[in-house]
């Protein structure tokens, strides 16, 4: 579906309405793009990750600190690699998780090959309902995200919010990420703290 | 080899907080007494890639969960898990079905690779074959635990 909202448009939306108490888990583009935009303690950047595997790590963090709200960043790649975690998400009992879905048709970190869901053949909004999600939004274009986040995220969970972006090949954040075990430290440390 | 009782009676004195599983079907007789322990909670996954990050998430939280799978899951899932075990380090612990391996004459690729591929990822696992060495689950839980290393415990089956 055509969209003319960038990755870092889509992002600096969560950023801007950023609330307290909130774990951000990005992934594959999104971990690339959001460090360069923003720095958080309760911000947790997949990298080094596996695909498909964002999804089930925030479900994980989710269910060990339920008063926490877990927002996890995936790419439409990495959930056609994982499907089957939406059933795993809405099986569990976690209530305190949002899955941001960014939908831009391609493999936006190897160079924008087209994916299998490229040709807009996927209703990630029928699927995230079929596999028991009750909470679905769709937004196209970074106006109405903007203005849809600040009720979405008052209402029951787990959320899922499908939004197509535009394709870009997403850059490694160079010097902007510690190594993992300090960021995990950190990371783990911010839990404690907040 | 083990009852769903004694199972959930040993991930109980060891703390385990979280069973994440698919399981197979001798692990899967054990569903009802892991189900109802109150100080365990059972997470199903779909794929046992999912396991793994699961289990992750539920370590950076403070959990102390297990991964339950099959050998044949093990291998399905080993880029998750060489994500969780070797990029971010984690110490996280699995007990793992060895699919045929009571069967003497069974040529099953799961029994034939289970020790190669645990050998060449570098997991420090114990094989439990016999009922005498059960107490190898807790002590073999035990030691990764204090060298805060991931491990892995192997129970034979007798089944595909």
Redesign the interface.
């Known amino acids: 579906m055509a969209s003319n909202m960038t990755t870092v448009e889509a992002l600096q939306v969560l950023i801007d309405q950023r609330r307290d108490k909130q774990i951000v888990i990005t992934n594959q583009g999104s971990s690339r793009e959001w460090p360069k935009l923003a720095e958080h303690p309760l911000d947790?950047h997949f990298l080094?990750?596996?695909?498909?595997?964002?999804?089930?790590?925030?479900?994980?963090?989710?269910?060990?600190?339920p008063d926490y709200e877990v927002i996890v960043i995936s790419g439409d790649g990495s959930l056609l690699m994982?499907m089957?975690?939406l059933?795993?998400v809405t099986?569990?009992s976690a209530s305190n998780l949002s899955i941001i879905l960014l939908d831009s048709g391609v493999y936006a970190v190897t160079g924008c090959q087209r994916n299998a869901g490229s040709s807009g053949n996927v209703d990630y909004a029928g699927l995230a309902r079929a596999t028991g999600f009750e909470n679905v939004s769709h937004f196209t274009d970074e106006s109405s995200w903007r203005n849809g986040l600040s009720d979405l995220l008052t209402s029951a969970g787990p959320r899922f919010v499908w939004l197509n972006v535009t394709a870009e090949h997403h850059t490694l954040p160079l010097g902007k990420l510690a190594p993992?075990?300090q960021r995990?430290t950190e990371?783990?440390s911010a839990?404690?703290d907040s | 080899m083990f009852t769903g009782s004694e199972i959930t009676e040993i991930l109980s004195e060891l703390g385990i907080t979280d069973v994440v599983w698919l399981p197979d079907s001798e692990m899967g007789k054990w569903e009802s007494s892991l189900e109802s322990a109150d100080e365990l909670r059972l997470i199903r996954v779909c794929r046992e890639g999912e396991a793994w990050a699961v289990a992750a998430g539920l370590l950076l939280g403070g959990q102390t969960p297990v991964v339950m799978i099959q050998t044949t899951g093990l291998f399905e899932s080993s880029d998750s898990m060489r994500n969780v075990l070797f990029d971010l380090h984690l110490p996280i612990f699995a007990i793992v079905g060895a699919r045929s391996w009571l069967m003497p004459d069974s040529n099953d690729s799961a029994k034939t690779f289970t020790e190669p591929f645990l050998k060449s990822w570098q997991i420090d696992y114990r094989l439990i074959e016999a009922v005498e060495q059960k107490p190898m689950l807790a002590n073999h839980f035990r030691h990764c635990q204090e060298k805060n290393q991931p491990g892995l415990v192997l129970i034979a089956e007798s089944s595909i």
């Open positions: 947790f080094p990750s596996a695909m498909g595997a964002a999804i089930p790590l925030g479900l994980g963090l989710a269910l060990a600190k994982n089957g975690t059933a795993t099986a569990s993992i075990e995990l990371f783990q839990l404690g």
